[in-house]
Every structure is written in structure tokens, then in C-alpha cells.
């Protein structure tokens, strides 16, 4: 039953089953995952039990922007791109995930609509945890639990203050050239 629900979440995509048998692969990464850095290769099996993988084709649409989304994504062979709307509704490219990055946790922790739309670019092999399997994690498996929700909190942040930073140099720049602007040139 638990395969039908799972299974329904990305129709599109091709189903391979549960993650156990990429196991070896999710520890593979714990070098360059920031995910799994923390992590045995017997808490990523456990983990894993509770995942599901798909296999998605080159060009082939992974999740929308403004669907509702309750799941996250960990690249495990590929590469996906992240598209936002701009405001004029022209996708923009605001990133590339490439093999052992995770994707769409926000949407899976909040419960908001996706942020962007992701596409890979090439034939991608994902592994997803939905909200309801971290749930039955915590549950079943507490300190396994607590130790993926940590991982996502210090993740998260990490990605807030990289933001943050981008952020504050992006406004730097348009007072440097308000400035230069309204320089002594430009009365």
C-alpha cells in the first residue's frame, strides 16, 4: 500500500522502488553530501528504508513551481537545474544540483508550494523522503530522526546565510551605483 502512495507522487517519473538498494551509494557521498557528512552507513541504511527512488529522463520536468510538494529530493547520479519565474514569468536559472545535493526541502518541512521548478538535464536518479516517512522516522527510529532534523536545520541555515550574503552585496552594489549616479556629473 505504502509503494501505491509513494508511487503516485512523481507519476511522471520512473518508480524503482525503495532506496536500500542505493545505500552504499548515499554513504558513497557522505565526502561531498552535506546531508549525510554525519552519518553510518548503518543510519543511512536505516534511512534509506524509509526513501523511494526514481529515475527521471533528460529535459524531463521533476516538480513545478507553485505545486504543492511535500517531499525533498537527494541527487544520487545526474543533475538537475532550478528554474524561478522572474517577474516578467520568464523561468530564470537560479542553480544546478548535481550528484549527492539534496532539493525541495523546504516544501517538505513547510508545507508551501514549491519555490522553483526543477528539470534534469540529463538522465537522474533521485531518492526522495516525504514528510510522512521523516515522520514515521522520528517516530520508529528518534535519535535517527533527530539527527536528520538537525542536519536539515544546520543546512538550511547555511543556505539562509549564503542568501543573506548575496543579498546585502546585491544592495551594496545598486547604492554604489545610485551613487555614482547622482554624482557631480549627473545633476
Request: charged share 25%.
Amino acid at each position: 500500500m505504502a509503494e501505491t502512495i509513494e508511487d503516485t507522487r512523481l507519476p511522471q517519473l520512473e518508480y524503482l522502488g525503495d532506496a536500500t538498494q542505493f545505500a552504499g551509494k548515499l554513504h558513497g557521498m557522505i565526502n561531498y553530501a552535506p546531508l549525510f557528512e554525519n552519518f553510518s552507513l548503518a543510519e543511512i541504511r536505516l534511512m534509506a528504508h524509509f526513501m523511494r527512488t526514481y529515475r527521471a529522463e533528460a529535459g524531463q520536468e521533476i516538480i513545478r513551481e507553485g505545486e504543492a510538494g511535500d517531499f525533498m529530493m537527494i541527487v544520487l547520479e545526474g543533475r538537475i537545474e532550478v528554474f524561478k519565474q522572474d517577474r516578467w514569468n520568464a523561468p530564470r536559472l537560479i542553480a544546478a544540483v548535481e550528484e549527492g545535493k539534496s532539493l525541495g526541502e523546504m516544501s517538505m518541512i513547510d508545507g508551501e508550494p514549491r519555490f522553483a521548478t526543477c528539470v534534469a538535464t540529463d538522465q537522474t536518479l533521485i531518492a526522495v523522503l516525504t514528510r510522512e516517512a521523516l515522520a514515521r522516522i522520528i517516530l520508529e527510529q528518534p535519535i535517527l530522526g533527530a539527527k536528520i532534523l538537525m542536519e536539515l536545520v544546520l543546512m538550511l541555515s547555511q543556505r539562509l546565510r549564503q542568501t543573506s550574503s548575496k543579498l546585502v552585496s546585491y544592495l551594496d552594489k545598486q547604492k554604489e551605483l545610485q551613487e555614482q549616479l547622482q554624482g557631480p556629473g549627473f545633476v
